[in-house]
């Protein structure tokens, strides 16, 4: 395996990277430990979409990591600030509970909104609730989808993520929804000037070749394929897309970066 040279700011998923469900992925504080120590910037980069940042900062505080909320950059929060920056700033929620705090200072309502934003609800995604969200991306709401993974895996198994649901409102509507997280690539490029850092020095670490692999690619930012989390051979082998390495754990990146103690 080829070593990545030069790496100055590493942007990391968290789940199926540093963590499974709830329980931490060993050799992830580590990693970033060494990382940090030679210099390296960090970002948490996730698509989760049923946690408030303030709730993702406590869990990796209590697993060993050191960061502030404003290292975490998720869907919910870009999706905020967007819908805040629109005219008509209103906005119908089919989010998680959990992450409703990351969009305080919003105009929430259900009728005659600017925006509509869809999150993962999970099983509550029912045919009533899809028909709410049809009806109102209809009749001219801009639709807003805080992901489209087409699955993740928890401690049970493989399981739908919001992908398949942003996609029948887009089969029904006739409309495409902005995607504000990964692999969207206006995502990747705020990323990229937020931190004010350059692609080519830059990695993404992830554990789905499509969210976060692809979409790094199409910047310019190198690339790193964990085997934890929702890595499955058989979608890895039928994809073209190639990350600069793939290793089988967080704990192999620095052997990747050429960066070893
Ligand atoms: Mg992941």
């Known amino acids: 395996m080829a070593t990545i040279r030069g790496i100055q700011h590493v942007f990391l998923d968290i789940d199926g990277v540093l963590m499974l469900g709830d329980l931490p992925i060993p050799g992830g504080t580590a990693t970033v430990n060494k990382l940090e120590s030679l210099g390296i910037g960090v970002t948490y980069v996730t698509n989760t ?4 940042r303030r709730k ?3 869990q990796l505080q209590k697993l060993g990591f050191h960061l502030t909320d404003n290292d975490i950059i998720c869907p919910a929060i ?5 819908i805040m920056r629109m005219k008509r700033s209103s906005a119908a929620l089919f989010v998680n509970d959990g992450v409703m705090e990351d969009f305080e200072g919003l105009r929430v309502q259900r009728r005659d909104v600017g925006s509509v934003v869809m ?3 999970g099983d509550k995604f029912t045919p009533e609730i899809l028909d709410e969200i049809f009806r109102l991306t209809f009749s ?6 805080l992901q489209k993974n087409r699955f993740w ?3 049970g198994g493989l399981r739908l993520d919001l992908g398949p649901y942003v996609a029948a409102i887009e089969y029904a509507t006739g409309r495409r929804a902005e995607i504000v997280g990964k692999p969207s690539p206006g995502y990747f490029r705020g990323l990229l000037e937020r931190q004010q850092v350059r692609p080519e020095t830059t990695l993404m670490v992830g554990d789905d070749i499509e969210a976060d692999v692809h979409g790094a690619q199409r910047l310019g930012i190198k690339t ?9 051979f ?14 089988p754990s967080i704990a192999d990146l620095p052997a990747a970066l050429g960066i070893e103690a």
């Open 49 to 52: 979409t049923r946690k408030p």
């Open 56 to 58: 993702l900062q406590e």
């Open 78 to 82: 870009i999706a905020r600030e967007k």
């Open 119 to 121: 999150g993962d609800l």
């Open 140 to 145: 001219g709401a801009n639709l807003i989808a």
């Open 153 to 155: 895996r928890d401690q």
């Open 224 to 232: 790193v394929l964990v085997k934890t989390g929702k890595y499955d």
């Open 234 to 247: 058989d979608f890895i082998k039928r994809t073209t897309i190639k990350p600069d390495a793939v290793i």
